[in-house]
């Protein structure tokens, strides 16, 4: 299972991106799967999961009503809508399949991308 990122940039606060993963090598339409990111100095941290089974969402507090994670099982494409972007939501981004239909911490994760960079300015 390869998953890889795009849609990472550069952009000013206040701006938006959209993030997309797309898997490669097996189906993920049953298994959840999740958003997380790193900024320099810190712990890798969740963002964003979306249920396999269900499409239930969750999301880390500090980004509620301003992203919005979704999936495309047609397309094996995950995404994350990402708006009001904050310098502090600068990081790489990774996104990741779940052991399960479900999880939010990074131990409930096995496949992992390589990372996409979003630097937002102030």
């Known amino acids: 299972v390869r998953l890889v990122e795009s849609g990472g940039g550069l952009v000013q606060a206040g701006g938006s991106l959209r993030l997309s993963c797309a898997v490669f090598g097996s189906s993920s339409n049953l298994y959840g799967m999740g958003w997380f990111r790193q900024a320099p100095g810190r712990e890798r941290e969740f963002v964003a999961s979306i249920s396999g089974l269900t499409g239930a969402t969750d999301y880390a507090d500090s980004v509620k009503g301003r992203f919005s994670i979704s999936r495309d099982n047609a397309k094996d494409t995950l995404y994350l809508q990402m708006s009001s972007l904050k310098p502090d939501d600068t990081a790489i981004y990774f996104c990741?399949?779940?052991?399960?239909?479900?999880?939010?911490?990074?131990?409930?994760?096995?496949?992992w991308g390589q990372g996409t960079q979003v630097t937002v300015s102030s």
């Open positions: 990741a399949r779940a052991q399960s239909y479900s999880g939010t911490a990074a131990g409930d994760f096995n496949y």
